[in-house]
């Protein structure tokens, strides 16, 4: 009699009988589930598992579409795939990194020994296009990391070589699509042809992969202008190549040699020089009154925020910081959310006639009383506190809205200088496997939450995707408006933060919802080796999150 297991399915609530052994594409078909987009990938006991999953034992089953944040990640990672492989059969040599999340896709590098044309361009799309349509199986593969490792070697794939040999793992896996193999730390789908929709258009000295819009899933995300955005990735990627450091394993031989104290050394400077930079321009541009300091959460604003009133104090300018916490209109005229909530995102709900009278009148040279914010009864009260501006003073605001043309809209232009501050992590897990910078951020937030603000890894998880949508609504918009954009990204920092994080990551039940985003992201810790936190100094930006700071918060 054959063996069979059960698994409970939560898409239709029903429990169904499926032969020991059984992948999750087997059981979908036998649950009879329809999915427009999907499934891409599933979450089996709060832990994402791609459809390749053979099953041996009772499971609970979601099954997860390209709208959500898994799905998302595996439909692009197949579309990465199947773009190295295209690249692979048409050009000798070629390297492929998977470089920049930019414009709404990804920015690729396309090394072939020559400047990239936009036939060369066209020709991967269209046999990535012949891939898809030729429906191949996506093979996974199980075995030991020393053979992977050398598979890699053979195909001299170094990046990946110095990834495998650096993380000290028995076994690994490995997918091939026709022969051509590839490694990635996510699951991906299992036939080519669910790659129902992509786009690669010529971008810059290489190309941009377009994925659909997880909003709007039949549709490609809009391009959208970045120049700025791009710009300082590329910045960053001259710091590593001063370091000789564009991977984890290039970070893990770092820290294994014993040089993680010089790497931090070179890292801050690099980071202080740019501060200090950004500083000159504002002292350079005579009639500048207002800096205003924007980026999404936990990109580091408020210690941006103080280490470049430290250098502009060094240029002769004497910074002056007001909240715009303390610009709140009455909680009762708070605008609401589409549930009914209050919206504390929401650009008005600060009191903008207020901010830019005060403002205008502070330009002017007049005094003003500023307001205070009191939170236990949502009111706008008076503060006592009198403000009016000297000669050599500048006034330095940072919030979320601070690159909103409509927070100054009464101030002239010349009077403001703007600057984008964000954690872009530019540290790739290998060639092929780029890092999101929302993990950056969730981790760095992870760890605030928990030391400062008594929020356990879980709720901050919980919470994350509504942070995500105020930021796509009041951030991300403006972000190209900056004078300056400032990456808070240190090159070390992933390696720093581990320590902190995992502990409260391996908090997250396994009954709950969270629990697979928890899981996510220790399986990508366990790639990095660690630095003691202690080899940091106290005024890094990381210890606005570690602490240890020698600013004030």
Known sequence: MEQTVKIHCLNNDTTIDVPLGSTLEDAYQMLGITMKHGPINARVNNKVEGMHFRLFKQKEVEFLDITSASGNRAYTRSLFFVLCKAAHELFNPCKVAIDIPVSNGYYVNLNIGRPVTLDDVGAIRRRMQEIVAAAI????????????IELFDRLHNRSKVKLLKSIGKLYTTYYDIDGYVDYYYGSLLTNTSQLYLFGVEKYYDGLLLRIPSREHPDELGEITHQDKMFGIFKEHHQWQDILGLRTIGDLNDVIGQGYSSMLIQISEALQEKKIAKIADEIASRKGIKLVLI????????TTTCKRLSVQLAVNGIMPVGISLDDYFVDREQTPRDEKGDYDFEHLHALNLPLFNEQ???LFRGDEVELPRYDFPTGKSVKSGKRLRLG?????????????????????????IF???????????????????????????????????RAVSAQETIRRWPSVRRGENKWIFPFQENADAMFNTAMLFEL????????????????????????YRLLKFLHYIKPIPETQIPPTSLLREFLGGSSFEY
Do not use: F, M, W
């Open 137 to 148: 199986p996506i093979h996974r593969h199980e075995t030991t990391t020393q053979e992977a």
């Open 294 to 301: 924007a980026g999404p959460s936990s990109s580091g604003k």
């Open 359 to 361: 403002l205008t009148a």
């Open 391 to 415: 000669e050599n003073e500048v006034l330095v605001v940072e919030g979320i809205h601070a690159l909103n043309p409509e927070l100054t809209a009464q101030i002239p232009n010349d009077q």
């Open 418 to 452: 703007r600057v984008y501050a964000s954690a872009l992590t530019t540290v790739l897990l290998d060639n092929h496997n780029y890092i999101p910078t929302t993990d950056n951020r969730l981790l760095r937030r992870i760890i605030r939450d928990y030391k400062y």
């Open 495 to 518: 390696a720093v933060i581990k320590s902190q994080a995992e502990p409260l990551l391996e908090q997250v039940p396994e009954n709950c919802e969270e629990h697979a985003e928890a």
